[in-house]
């Protein structure tokens, strides 16, 4: 296991400062980059992210890790790039069968596993003296294989190990694991007030535990019970707002009653999970209110803690907007600014909104147009929390190539030292078969290894293709991407041509 043969080996030393401080990592379920309101969405309303912004610092140009959920998390779990990381797209594992009342669920369920012998962020953290909770959606390993929360250095754990499991707000059971509880591995919660009802239809509707509530819930326990004594790094990994489309009717909800001149009606898609909906307007709209909400009661909570002004908070999301469910991302102007959506490696499918937010520490008002990805959070993590060479001391010495993708960006949140910047940002994504590179204002995009080329300071849209008139820019790009990518067995891709 990783932790077990690295971290053992390693003779780990920290800043041993008095207050070393706590992080807080919001990453929130296919929002888009305009779907907030300080990102320029105008029909949903998102007060507590304005005011995180407001008080904060707004990044323009962050970037997730992959256009899709799974290999975007493993990409802030591992600290590397998708030409590096193992797990690269959302490949499920489904095994056996179960019933809860008269529903079906798989005996263990979840996506491919993290490699066990590369280090993952929540295993340094630990390591190096801070408790660990993560709230949310994991999708780094099914449960029992050889990457579970337990096993990874979390030590508190609450949500769906699965991605698929969550495609239902009113799900049949969440999982659950809690170290100081005695638990020694990841186990299934029952929810008893849903399982005598139906996954599809009316029926389902008579559902009451509400799982994005829950999480949140649990969330704000684990702050609530922290004391000062040691640092906390939390990631809560929310599944708001993705599809499905369903949430209680409560004031939240009603706050969208009539507020929209049409409405999405969605018939609903049984095997996916997906129940159907007559308001997919109001449904969205109402869950990134409700998103917003628990943001700000996050912040509050570490406010009446007296945590703020040592807490670093980054919200973001996980990858661009979805069309899965009902969702209508034309309808709220998603598109309109950027082109594509999640699964594209163009921006729509990876560009999105990130803020930083500590007061006293992150000057407050900032808009920062500095190119990052989510790779980066493992040493900019490791930089704030005094964590010095994070590489030599877990590289594993056992791998070839054991790669660190990352850059700190501590130097911009902070307004201390000199911001190094990458050289380009890459991603790949083989269900789509596309590729991307970022190097400057320059964008190349693959798909089916053909190359398209654009120039981000004038045409942020990506409508007009350039590669023929800078074949010199294309043929350094191109070998970029040759050089970056690494071989998988699991997700291939077209790579363009050498020459």
Not at 50 to 55: I, V
Not at 92 to 108: H, K, L, T
Not at 221 to 248: M, R, S
Not at 465 to 486: C, F, G, W, Y
């Amino acid at each position: 296991m990783v932790g077990c043969g690295i971290l053992a080996s390693t003779a780990i030393q920290c800043k041993e400062a008095p207050q070393r401080p706590n992080i807080i990592y919001i990453m929130c379920d296919d929002l888009g980059y305009a779907d907030v309101g300080c990102y320029g969405q105008q029909y949903i309303s998102t007060p507590n992210l304005d005011r995180m912004a407001a008080e904060g610092m707004r990044f323009t140009q962050a970037y997730a890790g992959s256009p899709v959920s799974a290999p975007s998390r493993a990409s802030f779990m591992t600290g590397q790039h998708t030409g590096h990381t193992k797990v690269r797209g959302n490949k499920e594992y489904r095994i056996g069968s179960i019933f809860y009342g008269n529903n079906e669920d798989p005996i263990q369920t979840g996506q491919e596993p993290y490699d066990p012998e590369h280090i993952i962020l929540p295993e340094i953290m630990k390591d190096n003296g801070y408790t660990t909770g993560m709230f949310g959606k994991w999708a780094g390993g099914y449960e029992g294989s050889i990457s579970t929360p337990d096993k990874r250095g979390i030590d508190e754990y609450y949500g769906f190990m699965c991605q698929f499991q969550a495609h239902l707000y009113y799900p049949n059971f969440l999982n659950a694991y809690s170290r100081a509880a005695g638990d020694t591995e990841v186990r299934r919660e029952i929810l008893h007030n849903n399982i005598n009802y139906g996954m599809f239809g009316e029926d389902y509707k008579n559902r009451k535990d509400y799982s994005a509530q829950l999480i949140h819930e649990k969330a704000m326990a684990w702050i609530d019970n922290q004391t000062g004594e040691k640092p906390f790094f939390g990631i809560f990994t929310y599944t708001l707002p993705h599809a499905e489309l369903a949430q209680p009717e409560d004031s939240i909800f009603d706050m969208y009653k009539n507020a929209f001149t049409s409405e999405k009606v969605y018939l609903g898609e049984a095997a996916s999970r997906y129940n159907p909906t007559d308001c997919g307007h109001r449904q969205f709209a109402a869950m990134v209110t409700r998103l917003d909400t628990y943001v700000g009661e996050v912040l509050d909570k570490l406010k009446e803690k007296g945590f703020d002004k040592n807490t670093l908070v980054i919200f973001t999301s996980d990858n661009g907007p979805h069309t899965e469910g009902g969702a209508d991302p034309d309808y709220f102007n998603t598109e309109k600014l950027l082109r594509g959506t999640k699964r594209s490696t163009t921006e729509g499918g990876i560009r999105v909104p990130f803020i930083a937010w500590w007061p006293g520490k992150v000057e407050a008002g900032v808009v920062s147009d500095h190119q990052l990805a989510f790779y980066d959070l493992m040493a900019t993590f490791c930089d704030v929390a005094g964590i010095e060479n994070y590489i030599e001391r877990y590289k594993n010495p056992k791998l070839e190539n054991d790669y660190f993708d990352g850059l700190s960006f501590a130097p911009t949140l902070l307004g201390e030292g000199e911001q190094e910047k990458h050289d380009f940002l890459y991603w790949e994504f083989h269900e789509t078969n596309m590729m991307a590179l970022r190097m400057a204002d320059w964008k190349l995009v693959v798909q089916n290894g053909q190359c398209s080329l654009y120039d981000l300071a004038t045409d942020l849209h990506e409508d007009k293709d350039i590669a023929s008139q800078h074949p010199e820019v294309v043929k350094e790009m191109k070998q970029i991407l040759l050089r970056e990518h690494t071989e998988s067995s699991i997700f291939q891709v077209t790579l363009p041509s050498a020459d």
